[in-house]
């Protein structure tokens, strides 16, 4: 199953067919948008034309039931031809027009008449809209929301390849810390021995050696413990490989992974605490640039 982001787009406009053999609804185009970017829940608006209103519900489920997450605007209008924008008007139309205009500037006179672009521009508000036309939209409302998936799967695969390149970076600085807190405990121990053996001096070096010998193994034991940070990758190579299970797995995974970024930041925060070097430091704050970049491209996956 693709991974999908909650970042996308896609639009269309369809010509609807007469519906029962009336042409009211021809060469009327009709358009649909569809934008969306990342949020916690699925959050849907409209924005539609006046004709468009009733179709609302519809629309709703139907975009309720192909996506999760993400704030989605939805964006739909009608555009009638030009020669049927400046048709005619009949002669009732006038006529009923007129009448109100004229009940209008009897009670107030001071009210100018209409012009022709305002009888025009009422009587197109006021239209019957085309028949077919719920029909119309739902169907292209299908069309764009396929386009809408397809924009976002390949969204998804473009943040999901970034995440395993991320991941192998990871994996690398942890195997990078891995052979460094031997080396560490081994170094420290030399140190201890050689305090020690300054502190006792040459005349009692032959009576104590055994006892420096024995104090510095406990302090580099010690030193061992506090350093310790077998635990930490450990479960660093936990949450990489669950990382790329769900990845794999594709589907809803967004939430799932923002939980996993948390927890690769802990380890890598107690990794650095527990730094006795300049290279552990280091390797810690690389792991940590690459975290929150990864922080930042899952909050974009559903």
Known sequence: MPVYSMTGYATGQSQPEPVGGSAAAAGVPLGLEIRSVNSRFLDLSFRLSDELRPSEPALRELIGARLKRGKV?????????????LRPPSHGELQKLAGLQDHIRAWLPQARELSVAEVLGTLSRHATPPSGLAETLVELARQVLDDFTASR????????AML???????RGLAQQAQPLVPQLVALQRQRFLERWNEALGSAQADAS???????????ATAFAIRIDVAEEL????SHLEEIERLLGKGGEVGKRLDFLIQ??????????SKSSSLELTRISVDMKVLIE??????????
């Not at 605007?73 to 924008?85: H, M, N, T």
């Open 234 to 237: 450990t479960r660093l190579q």
């Open 293 to 302: 970049q990864m922080r930042e491209q899952v909050q974009n996956l559903e």
């Open 263 to 272: 927890e690769l930041h802990r380890e890598a925060n107690t990794l650095g």
């Open 153 to 160: 799967e390949r969204e998804g695969a473009r943040l999901a």
């Open 209 to 219: 050696s055994q006892a420096a010998q024995d104090r510095a193994l406990a302090e």
């Open 164 to 170: 395993l390149d991320r991941v192998a970076q990871l």
């Open 73 to 85: 605007e939805i964006r739909g209008w009608l555009e009638g031809r030009s020669d049927q924008a």
